[in-house]
């Protein structure tokens, strides 16, 4: 029995149909039919699951020899192919029942829990101690008080979630670089305070939550010199119940559900500008989004400035951040009535310079350990 016939006993298809009709709706008529599927449907320029452009008709280039044109054109296929995101979720269905512990660069732990896969080659230390040393250069030349703190990653702070044997950077012997680098720096570390706590990561997403953002306002207090207590963060409250994160646009399916997006109660009259521009220190229209941690301060941006009319201590705090501090603000706001927050991605500054300029009277790194300005 050929494959044709198991094709026609499996699909149960009459005998009048022969193995010649079946070849070619099977190798002719069902690619030409998806092709035109492609040609005729509109493109569609934005993957939403996978927050990213996609490559339409528009971007192909036609340049046949040097290969442009083929590259464009094999990416618009695979972009825009018909029920694209349905097929991915199939897939990533079939394949997490199949006990895969490792998809599109993302760890499926044991409870379900998404991870981002960070190994030894992904992790740039030459270029993480540089610019520990560029932070330590900041704090002698400026003699302002400068506090680092390094966030773990989720797959090293719970390791027990993680898949038996699953690989990650060696957490341990960066941190350990980064702090005899910082010399004229308090460095904070949290390595403990996160250690096996899973409500203080997101299940599918890389970002800690708010609970996770206050245990480390615990350890920020603590290097101050003040004594942490529960009352001294502000009030946890959930803004939605169905956050799926960077990490489930990798892993896409059904059966990871959703999980509460925390945030902190905040007095509404502190007044938020960034980048020129007024903005809310809650963006309530990103719950309506894919991508709802933007959420807080509307995403990240170059330099933002938060001011608390309710603080009289007249301390500014200058922080340079990535995008762990954007719900670490809202923790930290009745602390100083001036917070300047700089994304050194977008902001293209002498943070030093700006922090005499401003008359901060605190410098702050918050950041996940592997990212770099």
């Avoid at 490792?102 to 991870?115: A, H």
């Avoid at 270029?127 to 090293?156: D, F, L, W």
């Avoid at 995008?323 to 977008?346: Q, T």
Wanted: negative net charge.
């Amino acid at each position: 029995m050929n494959i044709f016939d198991r094709i026609k006993n499996t699909l149960k298809i009459p005998d009048k149909i022969n193995s010649r009709q079946i070849c070619v709706v099977v190798f002719v008529a069902f690619p030409l039919a998806i092709l035109a599927a492609i040609i005729i449907k509109p493109d569609n320029p934005v993957s939403v699951n996978e927050n990213r452009t996609l490559k339409t008709g528009g971007d192909i280039r036609w340049e046949i020899f040097d290969g442009g044109f083929q590259e464009d054109l094999e990416n618009c296929l695979s972009d825009q192919f018909p029920l694209r995101d349905n097929l991915k979720s199939a897939e990533t269905g079939i394949r997490l029942r199949l006990g895969s512990g490792c998809i599109g660069g993302t760890y499926v732990g044991s409870d379900g829990r998404l991870f981002q896969r960070l190994l030894e080659s992904d992790v740039d230390v030459d270029k993480c101690v540089r610019y520990a040393a560029k932070i330590n250069r900041i704090a002698e030349q400026t003699g302002i008080e400068t506090y680092v703190m390094y966030v773990p990653s989720a797959g090293i702070s719970l390791r027990e979630s993680m898949p038996y044997g699953a690989p990650m950077y060696d957490y341990d012997a960066l941190f350990s670089a980064l702090k005899r680098e910082l010399k004229s720096a308090h460095v904070i570390d949290l390595s403990e305070a996160l250690f096996g706590r899973p409500e203080y990561y997101y299940a599918t997403d890389h970002h800690w939550t708010a609970a996770g953002a206050a245990a480390a306002y615990h350890e920020w207090i603590a290097a101050h010199g003040d004594e942490p207590t529960d009352e001294k963060a502000p009030e946890i409250i959930t803004v939605s119940s169905n956050f799926r994160g960077t990490l489930w646009s990798r892993v896409p399916n059904a059966a990871i559900r959703g999980e509460p997006l925390w945030a902190f109660r905040v007095n509404d009259d502190v007044i938020v500008e960034a980048d020129g521009m007024e903005i809310s220190l809650y963006d309530y229209s990103a719950l309506q989004t894919k991508d709802k941690y933007n959420f807080f301060e509307g995403g990240n941006h170059g330099i933002l400035t938060l001011t608390n009319p309710n603080v009289k201590n007249g301390r500014t705090l200058m922080i340079l951040k990535d995008s762990f501090a954007n719900s670490f603000l809202p923790c930290i706001a009745g602390d100083y009535s001036k917070i300047i927050m700089v994304d050194e991605r977008y902001a293209f500054i002498d943070a030093g310079q700006l922090a005499v300029d401003t008359g901060a009277d605190e410098i702050a790194v918050i950041r996940e350990i592997i990212s770099v300005g």
